[in-house]
């Protein structure tokens, strides 16, 4: 069960042992890195080597064919894929509004300068493989692709069984709008995206989650490709006041634990009764949750409860903490959105579960942990779009600027950067 | 001298070789990591062991003082101040239309939804010592953080001969708004500001240029912290017609190349024979240049020279290369910009010299390097804020949103998501 903690403990002794990003293993860093370097030496030959024996598949060809993407839509039930088209579509409309335009800073006869935002020109995703399907992780990375702009997204997902793609996927990235979908697995996928083979065009970016093994893959080949982060364990941090529900706020705590062992759950309760009773829920619930064994191992072993003297207190045990998630569930709870500095998304009123969000409402679910969330951001359209400055300066706007410029120069003692101003002026 | 390239070996051979990112010397990384470890274990008692080692400077206190910092004012020349106020109001001009604010994506009795805009709230500043001082770096990385609205900007740089920092810094620091600066360097100033100590307060992000040291200790502390990026060598790429004049795109290619020897200076011309009497200028101004030695190194080991067909031609292969800067020196040049894809910062016609970039026009010099271009961006008032999403549903609207939700959750074999939204509607 999970363990309560005193606002002083928590601050003191939980909040930095959770904020500390978690090394790779060594040894994982050396099979990759030698199949990474295998996958530039021999390109295709390597990759289906890999794939026939990490995924027990041995096939001409990776690509997934048209026909193979067509007929996944028989694979998959009605109600998914309406259930997948609505998501998309309230994804789409949330970061359609994250657009924006190249920008026009100062326009004169003499200066013009701005910024120009340009789309990343080939993206790959991975998408992992497993007992289950990720179909939302295909419509969170896609989707903002496709609305930059982005050219070719190319997704990549391990075979199942030796076989096929699993066709929800499929169907998800025909709904995303992903151009190109390989049979590849693991390291091996990230190392074909980074570097590219005579069948796979290299990526500019990759982007999605994956295994320890995807995880160094990805910090390895950073660089080369950008990526788009290396996400630690799934975290929710929920602030409750005696306005909350007990079996709601339960049910949210299990909903983070049930993602694996390592997922993090923590309570923020203004109220010691409601916390008790709280505490009480879990258990209850947790009783008849088909993946009861790995929410119970999370919640004993990664989770906090902190009763706390007041929300602000909570807010600033959250703000230290920086969560990926957070929930807040009080009266007038839109009112305390002003309060937060540090987290990757947030779940506010007594009806918004991070489950809805997770899925559907529209925000990005691909999130900064481990208290990343102090500098940096959920995946938006940003991430596939790319900024780059211009100037135009007239010959007089140059020798307006040119005093300063050469006494800046030779201050760092940089006089070819002098001579270059100079040397258009002299005539 | 320059070597040329074809077309040809340019695009399949140099390309590919000089966007390829350099991994650190592995006993550079070792001694970082130690000095790190040391620094977190043993806090200001390391700091100072260091600074006296590798700075010689030993003193109870390694802040820069109210005092130091007002002295330092009359030790710099006044043409230099008005010099850093002019570029500090032109960066400033430029880095204010950035600015955002928190968005709202949609807003209904049912649904409220958005970004928040949120800046870091303490930032650290690394500025190279050596030979000699770069008053634009504290410029280019401070002013843009102190827009965003960054609480704490915290510097840190070298004291020169053990002694003081140069008073050029203290006086560019406080024009762009630098609260706090430190006498400490090298990797021991990025564990500082990593982890902080008994003096130091940890910061959230750190920006700033340096050694192999400094570059290996920003790899190392990424994840605990955010950084901008591991710059690699500099890069100029200069597109050139018939109208271009040889003596401006020589000292072009020379300002680049006296950065270090490392440094990339790479030509593309539309003419033979201008081609040639720009190769013949650049032996000319290069016999004058202070930096002589430097130039002439960088030019023969790391320049290249393209005889191009066509301008298109040119810019196929610069979008390729993805260079950190860009000149086109073209008849119309205003109008190729929308040819640009990949690129640092443009400079756009005759008049516009990097070295306006590099010190005064105000767009940012802190660009990617190396192709990387072609998925990042230069430093910008974005690389201070946070974007966090926000959700509210009512009751309504999980009612509304809940067959879908629960739909996608079971597909993905997550029973505890379903329930968290179940529960909120069965009573």
Redesign the interface.
């Given at each position: 069960m999970i363990r309560q903690y005193s606002q002083k403990e928590f601050k003191e002794a939980f909040i930095a042992a959770k904020t500390?990003?978690q090394p790779f293993d060594s040894d994982v860093l050396q099979t990759v890195k030698h199949i990474l370097d295998d996958i530039r030496n021999r390109g295709d030959e390597a990759v289906k080597e890999y794939t026939k024996k990490f995924d027990g598949l041995a096939a001409a060809s990776l690509l997934v064919s048209k026909k193979e993407r067509e007929n996944a839509w028989n694979d998959v039930a009605p109600?998914?894929i309406?259930?997948?088209k609505?998501?998309a579509d309230n994804i789409r409309?949330?970061h359609s509004?994250?657009l924006q335009t190249s920008?026009v800073?100062?326009m004169t006869d003499d200066?013009?300068?701005g910024?120009?935002f340009?789309p990343?020109?080939r993206v790959g995703i991975y998408v992992p493989g497993g007992?289950?399907?990720?179909?939302?992780t295909v419509l969170m990375n896609a989707i903002p692709a496709k609305l930059a702009g982005v050219k070719k997204i190319v997704m990549t997902t391990p075979a199942r069984d030796g076989k096929n793609i699993p066709p929800?996927l499929s169907v998800a990235a025909d709904i995303a709008g992903v151009d190109t979908i390989y049979k590849i697995g693991g390291s091996q996928a990230i190392g074909a995206l980074a570097y590219g083979t005579e069948q796979i065009e290299a990526v500019?970016?990759i982007v999605g989650p994956g295994n320890a093994y995807v995880a160094a893959a990805k910090s390895l080949v950073f660089?080369?490709?950008?990526i788009d982060m290396?996400a630690g364990p799934s975290e929710v941090a929920i602030i409750v006041d005696e306005s909350a529900?007990p079996?709601?706020v339960a049910?949210?705590l299990?909903?983070q634990?049930?993602?694996d062992e390592k997922a993090r759950s923590f309570l923020f309760c203004t109220s010691k009764a409601l916390l008790a009773k709280t505490l009480e829920e879990v258990k209850r619930?947790c009783e008849e949750?088909?993946?009861k064994d790995i929410?119970e191992i999370s919640l004993a072993n990664e989770g906090a409860a902190v009763l706390v003297d007041t929300i602000d207190e909570a807010f600033s045990l959250v703000n230290a903490l920086a969560p990926e998630h957070l929930e807040i569930q009080t009266k007038n709870?839109?009112h305390h959105?002003s309060k937060?500095?540090?987290?990757?998304?947030?779940?506010?009123?007594?009806?918004?579960?991070?489950?809805?969000?997770?899925?559907?409402?529209?925000?990005?679910h691909v999130l900064p942990t481990?208290g990343?969330?102090?500098?940096?951001?959920?995946l938006?359209v940003?991430d596939f779009?790319?900024?780059?400055?211009?100037?135009?300066?007239?010959?007089n706007?140059?020798r307006q600027?040119a005093?300063?410029?050469e006494?800046?120069?030779q201050?760092?003692?940089?006089?070819?950067?002098?001579?270059?101003?100079k040397?258009?002026l002299e005539q």
């Open positions: 500390k990003k109600e998914v309406t259930a997948l609505k998501a409309s949330f509004k994250q920008r800073m100062e200066i013009v300068s910024q120009l340009r990343l020109e007992k289950a399907s990720y179909p939302s929800v500019d970016k660089g080369d490709v950008g290396i529900h079996p709601y049910a949210d299990i909903a634990a049930e993602h619930q949750l088909p993946r929410a709870a839109l959105l937060v500095k540090n987290a990757g998304s947030v779940f506010i009123g007594h009806h918004t579960p991070e489950a809805v969000g997770d899925y559907f409402a529209g925000p990005n481990v990343t969330a102090r500098f940096s951001s959920g938006s940003d779009i790319k900024k780059t400055t211009y100037v135009y300066y007239s010959e706007a140059l600027a005093p300063y410029v006494t800046l120069a201050e760092e003692e940089l006089d070819g950067h002098a001579r270059a101003v040397v258009r």
